[in-house]
């Protein structure tokens, strides 16, 4: 959304050379004028229509020209006001100056003439715009259904008589419900009574080992940072502080054998039942890890898919009639994967309960969905992104600076966004 982002820049530039008590310059007025009714019109519109062309290899081109054309005039403001703070004057008289700005303009006219018809076409079309319902209410927390049988298995080989140290990992795809399955064992009362310590840890592709040291042991004592320790001293302090106890250790999304034998021996065996769950996609890895006691997540079948979507988009309410085959039609294309059942579910919780809304989006659904499951996800999680209000996806698109799962203190976030 670098379109919305520069057009937000360039009003907040001349809002502040209108309110300043002593402004660097003073453009003439009628230039003001103009540029505040074009950026004004183009706001709206990417407000309200971008969701009709959201899927048009014509919306990324005409984007860039309206960020090009804003961009153009912001650095041109920019460049006078620190020309004449350099000169000594605030009154623009630079012939050159208002040449450039005029041309500007003209380019943004160009655009405003081209955006009319788009809106046009889009109204013409009725397509429906999904708009967010301020009763959002609805959209619940991750669910898990249709793993009754793999959850209890996992209870069982975690509350088992085994007392010697075990690894038990779960394996399957990824949005399959991996991590979502250890939440709710992490969480569940019998475990949390039968372990004295319990932690979590994200392995992922880049993972650090003093990092994940330091936060297991964070997690397990309960605020040991140990911050200023190297990476074998705060090996030492782990097995010190797991040693005697019942400990039971979740590392989430491990990618490399390495990166468990880089650790496993920091992590004693006391012969009292302690257990390490590994989620993981990779089923060669499952196998190097344990290969007796693999758990394996499978694809939810058409009631238990029904099931979920229904929990996500309507909570305790049922599904109305008229939706009903649409949003059946929609599961289906989900392929029975729980992260696209829940995140077209969220999408569709958001979005207006009209059958035209409805079929907009299974429609859209049935031009990217494929034979295999390959970038499904991704597509779906684009919809999400284009259906965001405009001043959201700038913040969105932010978080790309940070590492995958990286922990981000919302302070700071929110500061580096001030900033920004």
């Not at 309200?48 to 020209?65: G, N």
């Amino acid at each position: 959304m670098a379109a919305y982002g520069a057009l937000v820049s360039l009003m907040h530039i001349i809002d502040t050379l209108d309110k300043h008590p002593s402004p660097p310059i003073s453009i003439n007025q009628k230039h003001v004028q103009s540029l505040t009714q074009n950026i004004t019109f183009l706001h709206e519109f990417l407000d309200c229509y971008i969701s009709p062309f959201a899927d048009s290899h014509d919306a990324d081109p005409l984007e860039r020209r309206i960020a090009d054309a804003v961009y153009a005039a912001e650095d041109l403001i920019e460049s006078h006001i620190v020309d004449q703070i350099h000169s000594g004057s605030t009154i623009v008289t630079d012939h050159e100056f208002y040449h450039n700005l005029k041309k500007v303009i003209e380019e943004m006219d160009l655009i405003n003439k081209e955006v009319k018809s788009i809106a046009v076409e889009a109204q013409t079309k009725q397509k429906p715009v999904a708009a967010l319902s301020a009763s959002s209410s609805n959209v619940k927390e991750n669910v898990m259904v249709g793993s009754d049988e793999v959850f209890l298995d996992v209870l069982d080989k975690l509350t088992g008589d085994r007392l010697n140290r075990q690894i038990i990992p779960i394996t399957g795809m990824g949005g399959i419900g991996k991590t979502t399955l250890a939440m709710k064992l992490f969480e569940n009362a019998l475990v949390k009574d039968r372990f004295n310590i319990r932690a979590w840890t994200t392995i992922s592709q880049t993972y650090n080992v003093r990092e994940t040291l330091r936060e297991v042991l964070f997690r397990a004592s309960g605020g040991d940072s140990s911050s200023d320790r190297s990476e074998d001293e705060l090996g030492k302090k782990l097995y010190q502080f797991l040693f005697g106890r019942r400990y039971l250790v979740i590392m989430d999304d491990m990618w490399s054998i390495e990166a468990w034998e880089k650790i496993k021996f920091f992590f004693p065996d006391n012969h009292n039942g302690s257990r390490i769950i590994v989620t993981t996609r990779l089923s060669d890895l499952s196998s190097q890890l344990n290969e007796s006691c693999i758990v394996g997540m499978k694809f939810l079948d058409e009631a238990s898919s029904w099931d979920l979507f229904g929990m996500t988009v309507f909570g305790k309410e049922s599904c109305p009639i008229e939706l009903e085959k649409i949003g059946k039609n929609i599961v289906a294309n989900c392929k029975g994967l729980p992260l696209s059942i829940a995140t077209i579910g969220g999408l569709l919780a958001k979005s207006e309960r009209t059958k035209e809304c409805w079929e907009h989006i299974e429609q859209n659904l049935n031009s990217i969905v494929i034979n295999s499951n390959d970038g499904f996800c991704l597509k779906i999680l684009r919809m999400s992104y284009i259906f965001l209000p405009n001043y959201l996806k700038p913040c969105f698109l932010y978080m790309g600076v940070f590492e995958e799962d990286y922990r981000i203190r919302v302070s700071m976030l929110e500061k580096l966004w001030v900033s920004e």
